[in-house]
C-alpha cells in the first residue's frame, strides 16, 4: 500500500498514551501498511496512526474528527483506559537539506513510513517515561513522611501490606517500562534501516530518553529499598509486640498457677 503522506511537505504528529495495554491482535495484517510497529492508514487523506502495545497510539497528518473517531474504535482493545490521556506533539517538515529535530520541530528531507515509524517510536517512549515520573513522584512524596516518621521517632505508622503494595508498585512500573515499552531499546524499524540510527539518535537526545530512564531507574529503586526497610521495620516491631505477648500470657500462667498452689496450702 503507498504512502500517501509521501507528498506533504508538513505535517503534525501527535501521540497519544490512552490506557496500560492496547489488544492489537484483532487487526488484520491485510489492512496494515506495516506490522513492527503496527501501521495503519485511517483517512481519506492518507493520514497513519501507528500503535504500540503498551497504549500508545501516534497520529500522522490526521485531523481531528478522524482521530476521535478512530480512538473511539480503539476502546474495546484498551486495558485501563486513562481517563485524560498523556498527549506529545511534534511538527514535522520535509524537503530539508538535512534530517534531525530542533526547537520540537523535526526536519526530514522526505518523507517516508520508515522514518515516521522511527519518530512514533520515540515520541510514545517519551510518553510512557512522562507517565511513570509523574507516578514515581507521587510515591515519593507519600514515602518521604513515612522515612522521616523513622528519622525522628524511630518507627512507622504505616503497616507491612501499605509498604510492601508500594514495592509491588514499584516493580510493576519496572515491568512495564522494560517487558512491554522497552523503553531502553532501539526500534525495531533499524534493525531493517539501520541509516535512520542518526534520525532516532536526535529523537532520543530531544526527548532525553536514556537520562530519564536511568534517573527513573534510580527512584524506582530508592523507593522500593525504603518501602522494604520500613516494612521490616515494621516486622521487627510486630515481632517484638508478640515476645511481649507471649511473656504476658507466662506471667499470666505463673500467676494463675501461684494463686492455684496458695489456695491449696490455705485449705
Known sequence: MELKLKNRQDMKARALLLGDRLDLKLFKIADCLAT???????????????????G???????K??????????LKPMLTN????????????????????IQSGAV???????????????ALSKNLVLTLYEKKVAGEFDKIEPLAQELATHG???????????KIGNML??????????????KPETLWDFPQLGGLYASME????????????DRKLGLISDTAQTLADVWDTKQLHKLEWYVIGLIIFEIAISLFEMADKFLR
Open 36 to 54: 513492527t510497529p503496527l501501521t495503519l492508514e485511517v483517512d481519506a487523506d492518507g493520514g497513519i496512526a501507528v500503535l504500540f502495545r503498551y
Open 56 to 62: 500508545v497510539v501516534v497520529f500522522f497528518g490526521v
Open 64 to 73: 481531528g474528527l478522524d482521530e476521535v473517531r478512530f480512538i473511539d474504535s
Open 81 to 100: 483506559s486513562y481517563p485524560t490521556p498523556e498527549i506529545e506533539e511534534l511538527e514535522i517538515h520535509c524537503g530539508m537539506s538535512g534530517i534531525g
Open 107 to 121: 526536519s526530514l528531507d522526505e518523507i517516508s513510513l520508515e522514518k515516521l515509524q522511527v519518530i512514533a517510536d
Open 155 to 165: 518507627n512507622v505508622s504505616a503497616d507491612s501490606k501499605e509498604l510492601l503494595s
Open 172 to 185: 510493576l512500573i519496572e515491568h512495564r517500562m522494560v517487558g512491554r515499552a522497552e523503553i531502553g531499546d
Open 205 to 216: 537526545d530531544e526527548f532525553e530518553l536514556k537520562e530519564r530512564q536511568s534517573a527513573l
